[in-house]
């Protein structure tokens, strides 16, 4: 069963969570001296007085959070964050759109980094500095940061961490959640600040090196820039923004553990991070050798464009120094083949995950063994440990609703018109958080021509491909609402 008076109380305070980031954002619309000051007081006005409601009418004993419970508050607080993350966009006249609106903000808690905004340095730096920071809450997990604080209040419990967290095996740096929350935030914030202290040194502005510090770790996509980060045309900018890009797309608690504590053996012996590692550089050399044979690029720019495309696409953070929607139809492919790949599970990033990916070679590959040797037993390894069966069949029923879900959104893309390659590059990119498109919405282009219908579906799959599905989908499930 559920608790409605516990829900109530969390979605209050998680509100209040949200204010004080918001908070950040009226600080530099203060600093820079913006005059629609207002648009930030109604918006703290509307996410404290909700919250103050929801925590009054959850008011009671109820303390015990039970797994219906989680799922129904991280579905609940991604749509409520984003909602009223809308507001600032909307008040300012940024995007005077409802649907514009809630789509940006959507793409920015789900670090998806699709963007209908068609002239971005026009917007005001309290908004800019707004998107990057709904990347970065969003990149470790809204509920993450409730996890870590939330003890204070006697609600920390491992049904929201469980709820929320993404990948199919969560390496255990604590038996206390609260506690593992607490580390993994601690090398979040100190690759946030490592990354905006190198993009400034780099070449970057203060503002900028802030703000896409946030995008990158984050594996989010949001900009400053129109042309991202193109706009700077320069290599130095590009190899290190690519370092924090690949570092956003590792596991965490491995970060953790290569950082603070010194086991740089952990990171190494990773099969999953072998996988992803491995997979980087094997697709940055077929681009390479595309780009340097189809093109006027030497092979240090050949080099260097598809190493940042293949690191951005992969760890689905979406930043562009190239058009790749010009380069030749081969290329195409093998980018569409990198979205569907994701990065690390316990990362930031979005799309399948290298660990889901590797179980799945290994069990398809133990099939052709078990057809030579009936009677062997061949278990399914992982970094040295077996995977049980019950995994096994979690990643394939995952697998079949991520291809099903990018299908049917394909079809509904169709059903308004577009073409198929732009309706298959729309559903990828969204199931997947990653960005930017193929077709006519690649990444020098704003989805701003999309009807809204399609705005509010792309809008429903960052979401379910953020939670993985399953936190989503079982809301819809008649079976969940029933009381045993």
């Known amino acids: 069963m559920f608790h409605p008076k516990i829900i109530s109380r969390i979605l209050g305070l998680l509100l209040f969570i949200e204010a004080a980031f918001l908070v950040s954002a009226l600080a530099v619309s203060l600093y820079y001296k913006e005059a629609k000051l207002n648009t930030y007081f109604y918006s703290l006005g509307a996410m404290v007085g909700t919250g103050l409601l929801l925590t009054y009418i959850g008011r009671g004993k109820e303390r015990n959070i039970s797994r219906k419970d989680g799922y129904i508050v991280v579905t609940l607080c991604w749509i409520i964050f984003s909602l ?43 908004i800019l ?17 409730t996890v870590a604080v939330f003890p204070v209040f006697g609600l920390g419990d491992i049904n929201l961490f469980a709820a929320e967290s993404v990948g199919p095996m969560r390496a255990k740096l604590h038996p206390r959640i609260s506690v593992a929350a607490r580390w993994i935030l601690t090398i979040y914030v100190g690759l946030t600040i490592l990354a905006t202290v190198a993009f400034y040194f780099a070449g970057m502005g203060k503002f900028d090196a802030v703000c896409h510090a946030m995008s990158t770790v984050s594996t989010g996509g949001f900009s400053t820039k129109q042309a991202g980060i193109a706009a700077y045309n320069s290599p130095l900018i590009d190899y290190v923004v690519t370092l924090f890009m690949f570092l956003g797309g590792v596991n965490l608690s491995l970060l953790y553990l290569f950082f603070f504590k010194a086991r740089f053996g952990d990171l190494f012996r990773d099969s999953e991070f072998r996988v992803y590692a491995g997979s980087v550089a094997l ?61 690390c599970s316990g990362s930031t990033s979005g799309a399948m995950k290298c660990a889901r990916i590797s179980i799945l070679g290994r069990v398809m590959f133990n099939e052709f063994k078990r057809i030579l040797h009936p009677n062997a037993v061949i278990p399914v390894r992982m970094s040295g440990k077996i995977v049980s069966t019950s995994v096994q069949s979690a990643i394939l029923a995952y697998t079949v609703i ?55 579906f792309c809008s429903f799959q960052m979401l379910v491909g953020r939670l993985e599905f399953f936190a989503v989908l079982l809301l819809l499930m008649p079976d969940f609402w029933k009381r045993q």
């Open 84 to 126: 009223f993350g809308a507001i600032p966009y909307y008040l300012s006249g940024s995007l005077p759109s409802v649907t514009d609106a809630f789509f940006e903000t959507m793409s920015g808690f789900s670090t998806t980094g699709a963007t209908v905004v068609e002239n971005v340095e026009a917007l005001p730096c309290s």
């Open 129 to 145: 500095f707004w998107r990057a920071m709904t990347h970065w809450v969003g990149g470790l997990g809204i509920v993450f940061f």
């Open 283 to 343: 697709f940055t050399v077929l681009i390479m050798a595309g780009l340097f044979f189809s093109t006027p690029m030497g092979i240090e720019e050949s080099f260097r464009i598809s190493l940042f495309q293949v690191v951005s696409l992969q760890t689905t953070t979406g930043f562009a120094t190239s058009n790749y929607v010009l380069w030749v139809p081969i290329l195409w492919l093998m980018l569409s083949a990198i979205m569907f790949l994701g990065a």
């Open 402 to 456: 991520y291809v099903a879900t990018i299908v049917v959104g394909i079809f509904v893309n169709m059903t308004f018109g577009l073409e198929f390659l732009d309706a298959y590059g729309l559903s990828v990119t969204s199931v997947g958080n990653v960005g930017p498109a193929l077709g006519h919405y690649g990444p020098m282009d704003s989805f701003s021509t999309l009807p809204a219908a399609i705005k509010w």
